[in-house]
């Protein structure tokens, strides 16, 4: 059974710090990996995906990928209140994607 | 296009009765997605459509659960008798076939069972 793991926290920064969210995977063969961001009460928006070992950057938002350790992390750069959010990793095997449990994230004034 | 919608958003039934959710993915979309979500968990995948073809579901889904696509358009998921274990956010989401793990989420419906 594909399985994704996630601290659920949460996370407690102050504002302006980094962020770093980070994941686990199982399946061996997964290809792609994704990070989802779900506010309270709103269903999971894409804000980042990664296909290849290293990083990949987007704005305040970095991906980093190891396949070899089967690890996949989210740094946020500059945390603003608006970024409080749950954060969920999803990995795409073949053609589904696998959620895990989400990382809650609290960026205080 | 506004992207993709669902009916209802909430829906509260007693145990024992037939309920049936609809969505209206993003019209260029060729793949559809329902997934089920509960409080502190991240969405669990059910089954999905591309076109018209129900191509997987999940092995943890009750036969109670049916979910149709005709003309590869809207869909209709279906839970008959229901239990309060079905009491959960149902999610649906659409991608196109070249991005299967971008995907753009409905509202959601919120089925709570009596």
């Known amino acids: 059974q594909k399985e994704v793991e996630q601290n659920s926290g949460p996370l407690s920064v102050p504002e302006g710090a980094i962020a770093s969210l980070n994941c686990t995977y199982s399946d061996r063969g997964s290809q792609s990996f994704f990070w989802y961001r779900q506010y309270s009460g709103k269903s999971p928006e894409l804000i980042m995906s990664i296909y290849s070992n290293g990083d990949k950057e987007d704005g305040r938002f970095t991906a980093q990928l190891n396949k070899a350790s089967q690890y996949v992390s989210l740094l946020i750069r500059d945390s603003q209140p608006s970024d409080s959010a749950t954060y969920l990793c999803a990995v795409n095997g073949h053609s589904t994607l696998t959620f895990g449990k989400g990382t809650m994230l609290l960026v205080s004034p | 296009d506004t992207g993709v919608s669902q009916d209802p958003r909430h829906k509260i039934t007693k145990r024992g009765q037939n309920v049936t959710f609809r969505c209206d993915p993003i019209s260029e979309h060729n793949r559809l997605y329902w997934y089920r979500q509960t409080l502190g968990q991240g969405p669990e995948f059910l089954t999905y459509?591309?076109?018209?073809?129900?191509?997987?579901k999940s092995r943890l889904l009750s036969d109670r659960f049916s979910a149709e696509r005709p003309k590869g358009s809207f869909s209709t998921l279906e839970i008959q008798r229901t239990e309060q274990g079905d009491s959960a956010m149902y999610l649906c989401a659409s991608s196109l076939v070249t991005g299967p793990g971008e995907l753009f989420f409905g509202e959601g419906s919120r089925l709570t069972v009596l």
């Open positions: 459509f591309q076109n018209e073809a129900q191509l997987e």
